[in-house]
């Protein structure tokens, strides 16, 4: 299972994907326009939750490219982030 917390960042839906490898401190996100990207750990904090209503298409979106074994959570988990570098 990969683990996904859906934020809101401005008006946007941000998936992050915390056990991929990203670089030392981020994490990988994506996000309809743009796709795949990392942010800071401590950007997360000035993200709001998101409901499911309001990450539905990005959800599908990800399981439409071939991310068919997520697990949404509502919370980052510390347990779950990613501490390889690229």
């Keep these: 299972m990969t683990p996904v917390v ?3 960042y401005k008006d946007e ?3 992050i994907l915390p056990t991929l490898s990203a670089h030392y ?10 796709q ?6 401590s950007w997360v904090s000035d993200t709001l939750p998101a409901t499911p209503a309001e990450y ?3 959800l599908r979106e990800l399981v439409a490219i071939g991310y ?3 697990k949404v959570y ?3 988990q510390t347990a779950h982030i990613s501490w390889r570098s690229k």
């Design 25 to 34: 401190g981020n994490v990988v996100c994506y996000q309809h326009v743009g």
């Design 56 to 58: 539905g298409d990005l």
């Design 68 to 70: 068919d074994d997520l």
């Design 6 to 8: 859906f934020r809101k």
């Design 13 to 15: 839906v941000v998936a």
């Design 36 to 41: 795949h990207g990392e942010g800071h750990l």
């Design 74 to 76: 509502k919370r980052l």
